[in-house]
């Protein structure tokens, strides 16, 4: 079975690792130039697809031998389609697909038209052009003539909507992004995982859905942040195996020296949160204070689009911290980084 995920650029080799990591021979990746698309070939459940964490959608590609899209309405073609169809609907409980829409050029033409028309004939889902549960995406096969590719979503949303996700706010981090920081600290089940700034909870839940740890923590200064991380955390029905701390991120009292062994955070953008004058002081006070807290060895992620700013202080917390990946990525309009540190033998 051919699949296609689409990723955030920038996180394309962590979703390769994610599917070689889950699911070893049973899928061959395969080239693409595109930052934003990840082809593979699986020989799994494809229910198994609907848990990857680090993709924003996962995508069952259909390849037809055929001119143009009006030949999709010939007999053996659209059944084919609608078969797939069927079996994308399988997946998931009863109506969970009511709508679908077309991605493509020319969607408004008599032949889209007339292809909805028929998949709505035969099945109980409405054509809805602007939002919708199936989404189809109808392209010419890259580099090949006389030959189309049909990509149906598995998930009625992309995988990136997280379900837990009930509390919302300004400035959150994709969750896709968060996962992606969860894997540059190398988890470990005896982990002692801290999130300073942990705004709605997004790091800590992603945290335990990679894997176990012994604690997992987070703390804000910000009571309203608190209560939507609780909200978020309890969906997840995690509100039992994380803790979560009213604090200062820039001085953790009551947290001992040398016990973290895993510290992430999405520091102030200066953008919808955080006030840009305080930066120059907050970024090397919260980074002076984790390592206080972090054993030597322990890993630091943090994500920032104050680059610049960031960026100066790395000559200061060298002794500190020791860098060890910088990752480019891509989140609303912006671009922000992400980097990896190692703290130093104290």
């Known amino acids: 079975m051919q699949y296609e995920a689409e990723v955030l650029p920038g996180l394309k080799r962590f979703a390769t690792a994610e599917l070689e990591r889950r699911f070893g021979d049973q899928v061959t990746i395969h080239h693409s130039r595109k930052e934003d698309t990840l082809p593979f070939t699986y020989r799994g459940d494809a229910y198994d697809l609907l848990g990857l964490r680090t993709v924003v959608a ?54 889209f038209q007339r292809l909805g028309d028929e998949i709505a004939a035969h099945t109980r889902m409405e054509n809805q052009p602007d939002d919708a549960d199936l989404l189809m995406r109808v392209r010419p096969t890259p580099g090949a003539e006389r030959s189309w590719d049909v990509l149906l979503r598995l998930s009625p949303r992309p995988l990136a909507t997280r379900h837990w996700r009930v509390c919302d706010m300004p400035g959150a981090l994709n969750a896709t992004i968060a996962a992606a920081m969860i894997d540059l600290t190398n988890p470990q089940p005896d982990d002692f995982f801290f999130n300073p700034m942990c705004g709605s909870g997004t790091l800590l839940i992603e945290r335990l859905a990679r894997g176990p740890a012994d604690i997992v923590a987070g703390c804000d200064n910000d009571i309203n942040a608190l209560a939507c991380a609780k909200q978020n955390v309890q969906e997840a029905a995690l509100g039992h195996r994380i803790d979560l701390l009213e604090m200062d991120a820039t001085n953790l009292v009551g947290i001992p020296d040398g016990v973290c062994t895993a510290i992430v955070a999405d520091l102030p953008w200066g953008q919808l949160v955080g006030d840009q004058s305080q930066l120059d002081w907050v970024y090397p006070a919260a980074l002076g204070e984790w390592a206080r807290v972090a054993r030597p060895g322990a890993r630091l992620v943090v994500i920032t689009h104050m680059i610049e700013l960031f960026e100066s202080l790395l000559g200061d917390i060298a002794p500190l911290w020791s860098l060890v990946d910088a990752v480019k990525v891509f989140q609303g309009g912006l671009h922000p980084r992400i980097y990896a540190f190692v703290r130093t033998e104290r």
């Open 58 to 111: 996962v995508y069952r590609l259909l390849r037809f031998d055929i001119p143009r899209p009006r030949a999709l309405l010939g007999h053996e073609h659209f059944h084919r389609l609608l078969d797939e169809i069927h079996e994308i609907e399988r997946l998931h409980p009863p109506r969970s697909f009511r709508t679908f829409r077309f991605s493509a050029a020319g969607k408004d033409s008599s032949v």
